[in-house]
C-alpha cells in the first residue's frame, strides 16, 4: 500500500475523499528544558507538510500524548461530530476527549513545543519516544513507553491471537 493513497469511502449521507497516510516507526529524542523537541528525520518524511502544524492531546487510555496530523485530526472530528451531543453520555465523552487538545507548530529548526500541561500529564522527563501507529503518533517518556511494551513472548502471542485471531485473512 502506497503511503499517502487518497481512497474514496461511503459515508452515510455521501462519498468523503480520504487521504490514507501510515505512519510506522520508533524514535527515541531529548526534550529540552523548555518542552521543545525536534521532529525526528524519517518521521518529518512520512508528515509532508510540516507548516500546516498538528494536534496533540492526553491519550484517551495510556499516560502519553497523541500526536495527529491536521489532516488525521480532520478525520477524528468527523466522527466525532458525528455523535448527538444532546446525548448526556456523548456530550460527556466530546467533553473528556477534547479537554487539553493543543495545535503546536513547527519552528524553523523543525522543532515543536510541547504544552506544560501535556508533559506533565505523560510524566515526561528528558528522554522520550515518538511511537507511530498508523494514522497517529504516541509520545512516551522513555522508562515509561519501555514499561508498556515490556511483555514476554506469550503474553504478545495471547494478546495478538485475541485481538487479530477473528480478522479474516485476505492474503491467502
Known amino acids: 500500500m502506497e503511503c499517502g493513497k487518497k481512497f474514496l469511502f461511503l459515508?452515510?449521507?455521501?462519498f468523503k475523499n480520504i487521504s490514507?497516510?501510515?505512519?510506522?516507526g520508533t524514535y527515541e529524542c531529548k526534550i529540552d528544558a523548555k518542552g521543545r523537541v525536534?521532529?525526528?528525520?524519517?518521521?518529518?518524511?512520512?508528515?509532508?507538510?510540516?507548516e500546516?502544524?498538528?494536534?496533540?492531546?492526553?491519550?484517551?487510555?495510556?499516560?502519553?500524548?497523541?500526536f495527529y496530523t491536521t489532516e488525521e485530526w480532520n478525520n477524528e472530528m468527523l466522527k466525532i461530530r458525528s455523535l448527538n451531543r444532546y446525548v448526556k453520555e456523548n456530550d460527556d465523552f466530546i467533553r473528556?476527549?477534547?479537554?487539553?487538545?493543543?495545535?503546536?507548530?513547527?519552528?524553523?529548526?523543525?522543532r515543536i513545543l510541547i504544552p506544560k500541561d501535556l508533559l506533565d500529564f505523560a510524566q515526561?522527563?528528558?528522554e522520550i519516544v515518538f511511537s507511530a501507529?498508523?494514522?497517529?503518533?504516541?509520545?512516551?517518556d522513555k522508562n515509561a513507553y519501555e514499561r508498556a511494551i515490556d511483555t514476554t513472548t506469550e503474553d504478545f502471542s495471547q494478546l495478538a491471537e485475541k485481538v487479530m485471531g477473528g480478522l479474516r485473512n485476505d492474503s491467502n
Open 20 to 24: 490514507l497516510k501510515i505512519l510506522i
Open 11 to 14: 459515508s452515510k449521507n455521501n
Open 124 to 126: 515526561i522527563n528528558k
Open 96 to 110: 473528556k476527549f477534547m479537554s487539553g487538545v493543543k495545535l503546536v507548530e513547527t519552528d524553523a529548526v523543525g
Open 52 to 66: 500546516v502544524g498538528f494536534v496533540l492531546k492526553r491519550s484517551d487510555f495510556q499516560r502519553c500524548i497523541d
Open 133 to 140: 501507529l498508523g494514522s497517529r503518533v504516541e509520545i512516551w
Open 38 to 50: 525536534v521532529l525526528p528525520a524519517p518521521l518529518k518524511k512520512q508528515l509532508g507538510d510540516l
